[in-house]
């Protein structure tokens, strides 16, 4: 979960690249079931805190970031809901 909030805040500036490299490239390529699956999969991990944000949140901030459950979980959110749908 940590790497995936990094790595949307490392590309947030390119997130549009990124969602058109998916419905261009990749999503084309994939079985439209293997896409829906997908896509359920963005919704349901990151649908609420779990127990797995909060471990995420808790990894960050026990090497000094500043990363609330919920604000790991809001960011998740936003950066893959601007690439997946």
């Known amino acids: 979960m940590l790497y995936v909030h990094d790595t949307l805040q490392t ?3 390119h997130l549009s690249e990124v969602r058109e490299t ?3 490239k990749v999503a084309p390529d994939l079985r439209p079931r293997r896409v829906k699956e997908v896509n359920a ?3 349901d991990r ?4 779990t127990d797995l ?8 901030t026990s090497i000094g970031r500043s ?3 919920q604000s790991l979980l ?3 959110q ?7 749908l």
């Open 11 to 13: 590309f947030a500036g």
């Open 22 to 24: 998916w419905f261009t």
């Open 41 to 43: 999969r963005v919704q």
């Open 46 to 49: 990151f649908s609420e805190v």
């Open 53 to 60: 944000i909060r471990g995420a949140a808790h990894i960050a």
């Open 67 to 69: 990363v609330s459950p």
């Open 74 to 76: 809001e960011a998740c």
């Open 78 to 84: 936003l950066g893959l809901e601007r690439i997946f």
